[in-house]
């Protein structure tokens, strides 16, 4: 279901008489100004539309047009002797690195050595260039949140990344990230080799798989945007979306595929897709409603495979089950230091499924004390006859399952989806990929993949950290910790710098020993 959102764009025409150029327009995203090249492009009805360009700087208001290294570069480029072979803008951007005499180190260094798993995963199924070419750009994106791909050589050349690299030989400016990303949608065996392996991994261990949709921001609306479009969040977004579909190894909480699919689409409309893409044996599939179908629990089923899914209340099974419940047992269900007490009622559903009732006995009774407590205070749409209505389906879960499994092991192992939730506000908010900007749909799905990698080094950095043992410490707390330490160029050899005995030390904790000198 889709909504359309009534906010209005800031007007941006009071700013025009900014613009240093014609073929230059004003893009308003997230409250800044920032200002666009565009030439001209024919549509496919015939008529001519905008085709955007590069990003050459921003206005601000009261300061005026405020260039970006780019156009700077470019315009000194230009006033230079036409007939001399200057160098292209995107050259100029590049800071050679045998000018470069100091270079981030620090954060760069342990991700890429406690997440050293995930690239020799990579160098399994692509050439050594291509794969530490994946890894380093997915690593520039976990250090830095998201960066846009004309940004991405800059912090490249500027850190560690490019001396470790150096004889690979690949280049991290915008067009080799462009044909990077095509190829890997294109020539996709490679990516389907990979993710084939991961799940074949997660399978001889425990097998279990969440599969979980998530909605991200394609940017503002672009009608040449390959797969952009109104979606369910529409409304929280304020844009077009497109929907990502990540499968999870649901006990480690360790990504093993992603595809990107239109924002228009559902997540029960994708699972056939990934049952072509894949094949998956005796795994037990972990999903939402969302997902639930007919069709969908056929192919969740095949090839020794099993499923856990929350029954959709507009069924007339799950109508039907609620209205003669009557819980006969129960179990305390155990996660960290927290337990509950569960009761539960399990009836046959045929096809060798079995519908279970969980009813947590705690969240029920703290559940309606609340609700009174908001029809004490005259809370709006709170009323006594809405709690009557409803205080039975508080702290209540009905799941519908295959799986020979017993239910309180059905229990913890749908509750094991709630950690991969966590995963998508890393996507959302440290990561922050809300604003893509890439329209093509090569280009999407070869990010998906990056995306997927961004995921793997997340995991490991998770587990690095809890090796600390210290509650107040994240991730962004380690990484901020590791990035005060440089490393500098002296009489030839690359020496680390500006250290701290007591970062060291936790540091090792985490499984990363700094390398002193590098030649």
């Known amino acids: 279901m889709s909504a359309t959102s009534t906010a209005k764009p800031p007007s941006t025409e009071h700013l025009r008489k900014f613009l240093p150029e014609k073929s230059a327009e004003i893009k308003a995203i997230n409250g800044y100004f920032y200002v666009y090249r565009y030439s001209g492009k024919k549509l496919a009805n015939g008529h001519w539309g905008k085709a955007s360009g590069k990003c050459i700087g921003k206005i601000v208001e009261g300061r005026g047009f405020i260039p970006n290294r780019f156009y700077l570069l470019e315009q000194k480029s230009r006033s230079s002797d036409a007939a001399s ?5 995107q050259e100029a951007y590049k800071p050679a690195l045998e000018q470069i005499r100091v270079l981030e180190y ?16 990579l160098e399994q199924f692509f050439n050594a260039d291509v794969a530490s070419q994946i890894f380093s750009y997915a690593v520039i994106l976990y250090v830095n949140g998201f960066v846009q791909m004309e940004q991405v050589n800059l912090h490249y050349q500027q850190s560690w990344l490019s001396l470790i690299n150096k004889k690979l030989g690949f280049s991290m400016r915008r067009n080799a990230l462009d044909t990077l990303l095509d190829n890997l949608a294109r020539s996709s065996t490679g990516v389907l080799n990979c993710e084939q392996s991961m799940i074949d991994d997660c399978a001889r261990s425990k097998g279990e798989i969440a599969i979980v949709g998530h909605a991200i921001s394609s940017g503002p609306k672009d009608e040449d945007n390959d797969l952009a479009e109104g979606g369910y969040q ?3 977004l304020k844009e077009d979306q497109v929907n990502l579909l990540m499968g999870y190894d649901a006990e480690r909480g360790l990504p093993l595929f992603a595809k990107v699919f239109r924002g228009s689409a559902t997540d029960k409309s994708t699972i056939k897709d ?6 998956f044996k005796k795994v037990m599939f972990i999903v939402d409603r969302g997902f639930y179908s007919e069709d969908n629990l056929k192919l969740f089923s095949d090839n020794g495979c099993s499923f856990i899914i929350p029954l959709p209340a507009n069924t007339n099974l799950f109508k039907s089950t609620m209205a003669s419940v009557s819980y006969t047992d129960d179990f305390y269900y155990r996660s960290g230091e927290k337990h509950a007490r569960i009761k539960y009622m399990q009836s046959d559903a045929g096809m060798n499924r079995k519908v279970i009732v969980f009813k947590d006995v705690e969240e029920n009774e703290r559940t309606r004390f609340n609700y009174q407590r908001s029809i004490d205070m005259g809370r ?9 209505k409803n205080k039975d389906f508080f702290g209540v879960m009905v799941l519908l399952s295959n799986s020979k499994q017993s239910p309180d092991e059905i229990f913890s192992n749908y509750k094991k989806r709630w950690s991969i939730e966590t995963f998508y506000q890393y996507l959302k908010n440290s990561a922050d990929f809300n604003d893509l900007k890439i329209e ?26 809890k090796k600390l043992e210290d509650s107040t410490t994240s991730i962004y707390d380690a990484l901020t910790m590791a990035r005060i330490m440089k490393i500098n160029l002296s009489k030839g050899i690359w020496r680390l710098c500006n250290t701290r005995a007591k970062d060291l030390l936790r540091m090792k904790k985490m499984g990363f020993e700094p390398d002193l000198a590098l030649s």
Do not use: W
């Not at 990934?274 to 094949?279: C, K, N, T, V």
């Not at 093509?440 to 950290?465: C, P, R, S, W």
């Open 440 to 465: 093509d749909y090569y280009k999407e799905q070869g990010f998906a993949f990056i995306m997927l990698i961004t995921g793997q080094i997340n995991h490991y950095m998770d587990l690095a950290v």
């Open 234 to 236: 529409h409304r929280d």
């Open 106 to 121: 620090g954060q760069y260094a342990m991700v890429y050595k406690i997440a050293g798993a995930v690239l020799k995963k």
């Open 274 to 279: 990934l049952a072509e893409r894949f094949e």
């Open 85 to 89: 072979q200057a160098p292209s803008p």
């Open 380 to 388: 709006d749409g709170y009323t006594s006859e809405g709690l009557e």
